[in-house]
């Protein structure tokens, strides 16, 4: 099992606002940052959100990540169809002495 | 635009060993570190392990007794070798650049990602 928790799917309309969660502990999220990366199947990760809440060169401030005690999230606001993917959540872990990913939380734009 | 490019066998049987290599088309391999990682179908994403140009190497606790990583400077090439295989390391396999500071290994994030390679291992 993954050792950050996030949701399997989510789902919104085009214009609604989505979040995404991720649960961890306090040798994971509680002491290191979170980067958050979009997966569209058939093509490489990219990355959205670095350390918690920088949005890197290129990415749309639709995008947006907070971080707070053990747990992030990522929001994601305007909902536009191609931002049907799969979102995962990224952290070092202090206490694994490994990096460790979310299982990835699929969004569907219906 | 840096691309990484990764080739090696897709099919394996049980208690062969699983080569990947990596190439990388530009830049150098100095500043970085040069991660592997891996997918099984329909789960989440597991870290390997990542190796920098001075031999610096993080490996997954439960990977490293039969893992072993290597950087080839003068072909820009970094290679994964994973022994007796089984049917659960079958996944999507992914070589990937790490950027971020060489001496903080929560502060680096994968920047450049290799196109995915499938690895099935069945008797």
């Known amino acids: 099992h993954s050792v950050l928790t996030q949701p399997p799917s989510a789902s919104g309309t085009p214009g609604q606002r989505v979040t995404i969660s991720c649960s961890g502990s306090s040798s994971n999220i509680g002491s290191n940052p979170v980067y958050w990366y979009q997966h569209i199947p058939g093509s490489a990760p990219q990355l959205l959100i670095s350390?918690?809440?920088q949005r890197p060169s290129g990415v749309p401030d639709r995008f947006s990540g907070s971080q707070s005690g053990t747990s992030a999230s990522l929001a994601i606001s305007g909902l536009r169809s191609e931002d049907e993917a799969d979102y995962f959540c990224a952290t070092w872990d202090d206490s694994l002495n490994s990096r460790v990913f979310g299982v990835g939380t699929k969004l569907t734009v219906l | 635009q840096v691309h990484l490019q990764q080739w090696g066998a897709g099919l394996l049987k049980p208690s062969e060993t699983l080569s990947l290599t990596c190439a990388v088309n530009l830049g150098s391999f100095s500043g970085y570190y040069w991660s592997w990682l891996r997918q099984p179908p329909g789960k989440g994403l597991e870290w390997i392990g990542e190796?920098?140009?001075?031999?610096?190497?993080y490996f997954n606790p439960s990977l490293k007794s039969r893992l072993i990583m290597s950087l080839d400077t003068s072909k820009n090439e970094f290679s994964l070798t994973l022994s007796s295989v089984t049917a659960a390391d079958t996944a999507f396999y992914y070589c990937a650049r790490l950027q971020g500071p060489l001496t903080v290994a929560g502060l680096r994030y994968f920047d450049y990602w290799g196109q995915g390679s499938l690895v099935t291992v069945s008797s």
């Open positions: 350390r918690n809440n």
């Open positions: 190796i920098n140009d001075s031999g610096n190497t």
